[in-house]
């Protein structure tokens, strides 16, 4: 098992006989009134948590051919993440993760029997697959779903509680996430 982002993301695990290259879950990035650490910690304590930016999902390239055959992990962030992506050439077996909501986590999309890819409140979700493998599902306020064989995991959804005239976007940031705090004069 590879370790997810910092924050909540969700891990990776493949199956050792195929080569696969697993992306692990981007992790979350939050600000709160009071430091209880990684977002997790503030399960019993939701309400002084003020904003959240999900982490995304991973991705999975199976025996690193690339073209056709990999697939990308769901935008985190907004308010729900968005779902993961199956193979470009290969549809039939893959279950993607399935993006973070306000009051759930997400799940590997057709595969029911897998409870460890889902998501909960500030953690993403992961799985062991049997193909390619699995790649983690990013966190956030509720985490996205880790993927199932062959497909990309779920993005954490973002949150915001406490703050006035906010507003959540998905799949605006690449590469590291970022929150941004702006003081406006006439608000």
């Known amino acids: 098992m590879t370790s997810g982002g910092y924050n909540g993301g969700g891990g990776a695990k493949h199956n050792n006989s195929q080569?696969?290259?697993?992306?692990?879950?981007?992790?979350?990035?939050?600000?709160?009134?009071n430091a209880r650490g990684e977002l997790k910690n503030y399960k019993s304590n939701?309400?002084?948590?003020?904003?959240?930016?999900?982490?995304?999902?991973?991705?999975?390239?199976w025996q690193g051919v690339g073209e056709g055959e990999y697939a990308n992990g769901g935008d985190g962030g907004g308010q729900n993440g968005t779902n993961g992506f199956t193979q470009?050439?290969?549809?039939s077996i893959d279950n993607p993760g399935t993006g973070?909501?306000?009051s759930t986590g997400g799940y590997a999309k057709?595969?029911?029997?897998?409870?460890?890819?889902?998501?909960?409140?500030?953690?993403g979700g992961y799985i062991q697959g049997i193909?390619?493998?699995?790649?983690?599902?990013?966190?956030?306020?509720?985490?996205?779903?880790?993927?199932?064989?062959?497909a990309g995991g779920g993005g954490g959804s973002g949150?915001?509680?406490g703050v006035s005239n906010g507003f959540m976007q998905n799949g605006v940031q690449s590469g590291n996430g970022r929150a941004v705090i702006s003081w406006h004069p006439n608000i």
């Open 19 to 33: 080569p696969a290259y697993n992306g692990t879950g981007g992790g979350a990035t939050h600000i709160a009134t």
């Open 46 to 61: 939701q309400s002084e948590v003020l904003l959240v930016a999900g982490g995304g999902g991973g991705s999975c390239d």
């Open 88 to 91: 470009k050439n290969n549809t």
């Open 100 to 102: 973070g909501t306000q």
């Open 110 to 123: 057709g595969s029911s029997k897998e409870t460890e890819s889902y998501g909960v409140f500030g953690l």
């Open 131 to 150: 193909g390619c493998g699995s790649a983690g599902g990013g966190g956030g306020w509720y985490g996205g779903g880790g993927s199932y064989d062959n």
């Open 159 to 161: 949150h915001i509680g």
